[in-house]
């Protein structure tokens, strides 16, 4: 774990000037538990196998009404405040989800025209009045690097209080990175573990943040095997390869997508992210056929294969493949509602009471 | 009471196909009750006055701190999401202090726009996603067919869930015509009870589907009359006097409002359905004034007489009738809460815990 | 306190003639405590002593798990609608705080073009349906006078229920004064309480509700004196003026900000309301930066001197000033919302409880 760096004695020229390896120390309780959440760079195995366990935990005590009141006791004396400056149903719910299964009582502000920042204020006065009322932010904002100045500011001031990024623009999208973190080890937590696999990436993986984190944090893993499947025009970044290349990571870089079904253990889907284009139709010039997951390909796909999708999806899965056991991008959702939970629960430091819950009641 | 039939054993296209009448047994539980809410015909006689009976008791259990508590307590592990794609604020509110009286949970979308529906998802993506992190949806879609669909395909996931209908454009809108009977069943339980009575129905007849559900359900009820009075341009569908033959069921048409009244027990007052008007002014050149309900016809009315509305009003009934104790629109409004409350109560199977708790703490 | 007149036994057009002076006793209970909370006037020396107690009290309850469950028990049996027709982020989110606090389950209807008032029912009808699923509402809304109209409409029905202003366009904003009145009185609590203080008003004076408010309720204690900087167009208006003559109260009017400051306790700085300009750019003309509190200013405040601000604010504070502990303008909100909750408990009548707890638990 990270030893903690104090956020409140660097200015904020400095900390953002740092990279966000070096940020993540900033992030972190005296504990070594998150505070802020604001990138998948300050997680490391440990903590993944941890948020990991306290999820399938809590997704086991949810199963029961006692259960759900043991849960839902836990933080029902905090207030949540979830600011989204852009749209973004399926995080929204899931957050929302996740600080429901816990009691915390929410508060939503989901549209930016409603809010008094039209009569001049800037937005950091916002978010620091709107700090006033609450225990944890959970925050959406396109702007760049706006999202590590609240934290930043608030952690300034003699009432902090933790934030979550819930996923901007081109930044980070952390807590997507644990979902697909958590769906990859429950889906072979009975066939050997996360470890020694083959993840094959495909679709937009230049453009795409969550094949990005996805991608480095499967470093931490000992032996996994990295596929990126992709026309020319969408292939991984250079970075990405780099960083694999120093962490002694196996990959391959291919066009013949359908070709390397067979070998994957995770096939993880895309979508176009044509939102980022430059030029008008720049994306829909790429012929992406031969990287669509079809009805067929299900017969290439290995018995213990299962294929993800961030979602949403356009036309990379075919919906012929939607109820085949091993389409686990429905349940990867779910998934993200529980490690959010084990997320926000280990941020208010209740991971040991759900530990011990969880071992007198359910194991 | 229906004998069940599994809607995961039927494809979508011979499903809806079906009438709705033989669509209604893949509505059900095993168990009798309904799992999903779609439609006015899934209810019969049996199941309404359980209905009925049930929200009077939430309703007395609800008037003492205590018996608050004992509701909240009864659903307080489950989250329901209100999805509303059509404004609605009356029915949504409504629906929502149903759920905060049983302790559900609720998250809402209201605005479609913020959805992330935007990236090029189907809808049935979205709703299936969503269903994710839920354990029930209410849901309104002016889509004909859609929130059907949607129930049809979370029936078939290995994780399904009951759907409600909170009405749509020009389809179903079910749990209206539970509030409505359940305000009849209350206005007449000290005089005789529903059997028996004269219910007039005045206004758009024609495109109001509130009475077209009504009227229909009305014939569960020995000996129930109807008057419909309207313009012959709104006068209620032949197809609806063809079931009331059908099922020997007495009834008026006509023109002369005023002169129904004196022998109404119920007189059911709707506005204008202009907004399915197919020219532009066709209903505004309609001569309505003799099918309004004035602070003189108060003198008509029986003194056991009750004045109805499905709201919103326009100047169907004038505002100096509103204080009487017949008007009993703003209760109705007040019943739609209580009975939404009992529906989803035994949605979930708690109707039997809740009249135990009548039994023993309130008879 | 006022002794009790009753809403339901006058008409809307003779209370609506009253002065606000003369219709605050239509406002209290029986006991003297708040029903409807409509006005500033409706206030007195006692009842903001009895509220300022108690907002304290509320806030040292809240500070352990064990106290926010004793708040959070009290009102659970209770549903609140926030209803806002105008933007304010801040003050919703306040008052939704202080619902949570005491247990109150709330739903909201922000955004007006979302309700079936579009199908043309009056703003009346639609606030009485709306109360029938709740058990208070909290209001704001731009028509001048309609917030008082619907309490008066309510107390006439046989379901009454309390309403809350929030803060409408050009007229009242109690709970704003309110939650001024404390900030006050917590700042000065440790050094000779609010009376003998000099407060200091700053910038548009005109135009502030607020600055209007708290000029009048500061009256109820003895030995304040005011001083009014700001330029001739903004000055405070003759009426405020007269009233504290009236009451035989010390005040200055000066254009010297700066040289008012060495003496101000508290100086009370307040943003160009330029949505009330009458001609385009009125406001923007006037030079306005000798009314700005600098990061120079801090010296020449007094050691135990504040700065107050409504916020949001635009440049009459320097950012430089956000954390020095004098600057406690970000404290004033959080203190909005513990008085907020101290006025919902009283509306309810369980202060003695809430009292009764602090005696036992926390003095």
């Not at 300034?156 to 996923?167: C, E, F, M, V």
């Not at 895309?270 to 139709?281: A, I, L, N, S, Y």
């Not at 290439?300 to 036309?315: A, E």
Request: with cysteine; net charge neutral.
């Amino acid at each position: 774990m990270f030893k903690r760096k104090r956020l409140d004695e660097i200015s904020w020229d400095e900390y953002s000037s740092l990279t966000q390896e070096e940020q993540a120390p900033f992030l972190v309780q005296n504990n070594g538990r998150p505070y802020h959440v604001l990138l998948a760079q300050q997680f490391d195995r440990e903590s993944l196998d941890n948020l990991c366990d306290l999820a399938t935990r809590i997704r086991r005590i949810a199963k029961s009404k006692a259960g759900m009141g043991f849960l839902s006791s836990l933080l029902d004396h905090k207030r949540a405040m979830l600011y989204f400056h852009q749209p973004s149903s399926r995080t929204f719910l899931s957050f929302y989800s996740a600080c429901l299964i816990l009691g915390i009582r929410v508060a939503e502000l989901r549209d930016p025209s409603i809010s008094s920042e039209q009569k001049g204020e800037t937005m950091e006065d916002s978010v620091r009045v709107f700090s006033s009322y609450f225990d944890m932010i959970i925050m959406r904002n396109p702007v760049q690097g706006f999202v590590d100045k609240c934290a930043w500011m608030l952690s300034n001031t003699d009432r902090p209080l933790p934030i979550i990024n819930a996923g901007p623009g081109k930044d980070q999208h952390p807590t997507q990175a644990l979902l697909d973190i958590y769906t990859l080890q429950r889906s072979f937590e009975k066939c050997g573990g996360l470890e020694h696999k083959n993840v094959l990436f495909c679709g937009d993986l230049k453009r795409g943040r969550t094949v990005r984190s996805l991608s480095r944090l499967l470093t931490f893993y000992p032996d996994i095997t990295q596929t990126f499947a992709a026309p020319d025009e969408l292939q991984i970044g250079q970075d990405i390869l780099d960083y694999l290349d120093a962490h002694g990571i196996q990959y391959t870089v291919t066009h013949d997508f359908k070709g390397a079904i067979p070998e994957a253990d995770a096939v993880y889907m895309t979508r176009m992210q044509d939102e980022w284009d430059t030029k008008p139709g720049e994306s829909a010039r790429i012929r992406m056929e031969d990287y669509w997951f079809t009805g067929d390909d299900l017969k290439r796909l290995k018995p213990t294969g299962v294929i993800m999708h961030p979602l949403p999806r356009r036309h990379e899965i075919d919906t012929a493949c939607d109820n085949d056991p091993r389409a686990v991008y429905w349940r990867q959702m779910r998934n993200g509602m529980w490690i959010r939970s084990a997320l926000i629960a280990t941020v208010f430091c209740r991971d040991s009471e759900i530990n011990n819950y969880y071992m007198l009641n359910i194991k």
